[in-house]
């Protein structure tokens, strides 16, 4: 049969008219046909094409060899090269040799369309008759040889499994991104282009179409395209976007030589293998086209290094296929599975045991056995959560017998290791040893302490299936596992109760566990603001044991109904009273109780009794510091029931120096009782002059804002015996230091002089009555301080330096 053809280059002048046209056509083939064929056949010269080209280096020129599917279903395979200049002189003349393959029909003997890459039967220019030669075929030309397929494809190792990915989609997906392939000739892309044709079914590999040249990369149809470096800058191919693929094999080769394909990965390994014939091979196995365990399977049977990832598909695809083959097969693939390597992964780890689970019953011994023994070694070498081994405790005893001599040195060594956070490594070595049979018995103390420590740090991440089902299957590390999260509990109830919470470990059995089941029962505490006292007494009922067997269940339950908070003090003293101080201070607890009075708030009226508790209860725990804090708080409560022997403002302040850095609520606490104290009229003579020779701003502050209450603003207005009091108090010793001078000042006017003018003129008499018992200058003051317009600078003239600073007698 001739094959279909036609002849397109520029024609000299004749009855045709001259340039561009198709100078020999094969009678019958349509006119919509050409000129559709006539948009796929053009070809632009490089873009450094000399003007004038000479014979070598036209010679040298790209080589446009195209296939193309036209509209009507029919192919076109052209061959276009450029001639120089045309008829008219110009520069850019190509002559363009074309067959047509009709619908479902291919080239003469079923070569794949690449395979007339530099075909001598191309012809280079027309043929005068005007009627194409008689063409049976287009013959290889030996350019694209198997050596020279494998010499290239080495040369290219690095762009392969990408290249190899795009390929199998564009077979697989019409609308899969194209191929752009980037090199110096057009030659090299036809051997790409023989690369893929060699790897797809040949179905598949007759559609594929390409054109190993052209300037446009956007416009071209084909699937794979080739390119030159400088079209490939000047059309800027990085920003073709998702519709292409771009390989540039003229730079620096791809960070990552792998695609996320298995068998692209496998078909560049084949042809890095120098083994293109196991392509066909492959394709007679079961799976269907481009299945990658097929070729995983002939490639690893023939020698090739297919890889961990290529051994993994090796293994699913004889799982899959197992009743498929026969006993001689599955002992060849068996025995390469177990060649030595040094990338094994856990997956394949994994796809070998269900192998042998899928093979076991069902293939010889001997094969299943190897299988079986490879598939534990490399459970140990690498532990997977998702290995089933229970089918691999029916191998026979010798044969475990000898791998636990050979394996227990690395499987102890996995199992004591501190794997960190990875609890899956250790528990899965512990199942192998199980099957195997080795005595881990002594390590399961140090492995459930790195366990208990991994779950309660990150119990998301830590608690496994893995881990849970081994916890149900291994009795005596539950027990070690438990009782050491219930040590550890103790020291961290908030981190068990978030593990118990998470999870669903449970700890029913004989064990008491007594922090652990405090914890699983949180909150204690459901209600914000309930009674946190009767809180932790049901926290303790739940431990199941006395506090007095086991102090440390007390400090568990108070972290725990308190999570970190201090508290009040009444519950501090109710907790002390019902305990008692020996079991605080075996379990720590003391630390809370100490916190409570610390920390009370300045209207707690329960701390500086609990102050006066744990001084008495707890004497040698206490440290300076805390000690001098919680003598500061028992003498609070001096001050309050008017108890306290002078003096109390230096005992005061030497107390707070002692006890810096003191809690600021504790301060506010001490200098109000002591301001109140100051401000009554039973203070032991020079409490006064301590507090003004003190200078302490935070004290007079406190006294000043004690001194606006509505306890002493009531009083000043009921008793014109203590309004002269504060008045003597407070217009005495002006200049002693800036701190009591802005006090005073703000005394006197603020305090003092709103309630003097709020009060009658026999009460102002009976004030200036009371001030000429302890002086008529006292009075006199008085007056001119109390005359209406009186600046309040006045007040700094008042005040001598001598008595009424003490306790007035007789009032």
């Known amino acids: 049969m001739s094959l279909a053809q036609f002849h397109y280059t520029s024609a000299p002048p004749g009855p045709d008219g001259s340039g561009f046209r198709f100078t020999a056509v094969t009678p019958g083939l349509p006119q919509p046909l050409l000129t559709e064929a006539e948009q796929l056949i053009g070809y632009e010269s490089p873009g450094d094409a000399s003007p004038a080209p000479t014979t070598d280096e036209l010679a040298s020129y790209p080589t446009a060899f195209s296939h193309s599917v036209l509209s009507d279903g029919s192919r076109l395979l052209a061959r276009t090269v450029p001639t120089g200049t045309d008829h008219h002189g110009g520069w850019g003349n190509f002559h363009a040799h074309a067959v047509v393959l009709p619908p479902r029909t291919g080239l003469p003997g079923g070569v794949l369309p690449i395979s007339a890459w530099n075909s001598p039967r191309w012809a280079a220019t027309a043929p005068d008759s005007g009627t194409p030669a008689q063409l049976e075929g287009l013959p ?10 494998v010499g290239f494809a080495a040369s290219r190792a690095p762009w392969l499994a990408e290249f190899f990915a795009g390929v199998r989609a564009l077979s697989e997906q019409a609308s ?20 893929a044709g060699a790897a797809l079914p040949a179905d598949r590999a007759d559609r594929l179409t390409f054109t190993t040249y052209t300037r446009r990369p956007r416009l071209a149809t ?20 998702d519709r292409h693929r771009v390989h540039d094999c003229t730079g620096a080769p791809p960070a990552r030589a792998a695609a996320d394909d ?8 084949v042809w890095l293998g120098r083994s293109p014939e196991l392509f066909a091979e492959a394709a007679e196995l079961p799976g269907g086209p481009l299945c990658a365990g097929a070729l995983a399977v002939v490639a690893l049977e023939a020698g090739v290094a297919v890889g961990s990832h290529g051994r993994t598909e090796v293994a699913t695809w004889a799982q899959e296929h197992a009743r498929d083959l026969d006993d001689a097969r599955l002992h060849r693939m068996v025995e390469a599975l177990r060649a030595p390597a040094d990338d094994r992964t856990a997956a394949e780890s994994l796809a070998l045991t269900r192998l042998f689970t899928a093979l076991s019953g069902k293939a010889p011994t001997e094969t299943t056995t190897a299988l079986g023994t490879l598939a534990l070694t490399t459970a140990v070498q690498l532990p997977d959560p998702g290995v089933d081994l229970t089918e691999l405790r029916d191998l026979p005893q010798e044969q475990l017998d000898a791998l636990a001599a050979e394996l227990t040195p690395e499987l102890r060594a996995g199992i004591a290791a501190d794997a960190g956070p990875d609890t899956g490594r250790p528990v899965e070595l512990l199942r192998v040893a199980g099957v195997l049979g080795v005595d881990c018995a002594d390590l399961l103390p140090g492995l459930a302490d790195r366990l208990s420590r991994a779950l309660l740090a990150d119990p998301d991440t830590a608690y496994t299936p893995a881990l849970h089902t081994m916890l149900d299957e291994h009795f005596e590390l539950r027990i070690a596992l438990l009782s050491r999260l219930d040590t550890l509990a103790a020291a961290d109830p908030p981190a068990a109760a978030r ?34 006292v009767t809180a932790l007494h049901a926290a303790l009922r739940a431990c199941g044991i006395s506090q007095h067997t086991d102090p440390l269940v007390l400090r568990t339950a108070v972290r725990l109904v308190w999570d970190g908070a201090a508290p009040s003090g009444s519950e501090a003293r109710q907790m002390l009273d019902e305990t008692g101080s020996d079991a605080h201070r075996t379990a720590g607890t003391w630390r809370a109780l100490v916190d409570a009075a610390l920390q009370a708030p300045a209207d707690d009226p ?9 001084l008495r209860c707890f004497p ?24 306290a022997a002078s003096p109390w403002t230096d005992r005061t302040l030497a107390l707070r120096a002692d006890a810096e850095p003191l809690e600021p609520a504790l301060l506010t606490t001490a200098f109000n009782a002591l301001a109140h104290r100051l401000l009554s009229m039973d203070r032991p003579d020079g409490e006064l002059y301590a507090l003004i020779h003190s200078g302490d701003r935070g004290l007079l502050t406190a006294y000043t804002e004690v001194s606006r209450s509505e306890r002493v603003r009531d009083r000043l207005g009921s008793s014109p015996t203590y309004v002269a009091d504060c008045f003597i108090a407070w217009s005495s010793l002006p200049g002693a230091n800036t701190a009591w001078d802005s006090a005073r000042t703000t005394l006197l006017d603020k305090v003092l002089r709103p309630a003097v003018r709020a009060l009658s003129a026999a009460e102002v008499a009976s004030v200036e009555e009371n001030l000429e018992g302890a002086g008529a200058h006292r009075a006199e003051e008085f007056r001119a301080w109390n005359r209406p317009g009186t600046l309040s600078r006045l007040s700094r003239r008042f005040g001598a330096l001598g008595g009424g600073l003490g306790r007035r007698g007789g009032q």
Do not use: N, Y
Request: with cysteine; charged share 25%.
């Open 620 to 643: 040698e725990e206490l440290e300076p510091r805390v000690r001098a804090a919680l003598v500061l708080l028992d003498f609070v409560k001096d001050l309050r029931s008017g108890r």
């Open 222 to 241: 084909q699937q794979i395209i080739g390119v030159l470096p400088q079209d490939a800058s000047t059309e800027g191919l990085a920003g073709l976007g």
């Open 176 to 195: 899969a991104p194209r191929i752009v392939l980037v090199e110096r000739d057009s030659e090299a892309v036809a051997r790409w282009i023989a690369l």
């Open 262 to 269: 298995a068998w692209a990965e496998i078909a560049a390994r």
């Open 140 to 149: 290889a030309s030996g350019d694209l040889g198997r050596d020279v397929l």
């Open 499 to 532: 593990l118990l919470a998470r999870t669903d470990l449970a700890f029913t059995g004989v064990q008491i566990l007594p922090h652990l089941r405090m914890c699983a029962g949180t909150p204690w505490l459901p209600v914000p603001g309930g009674d946190r």
């Open 606 to 614: 329960d701390a500086p009794d609990l102050a006066h508790d744990l």
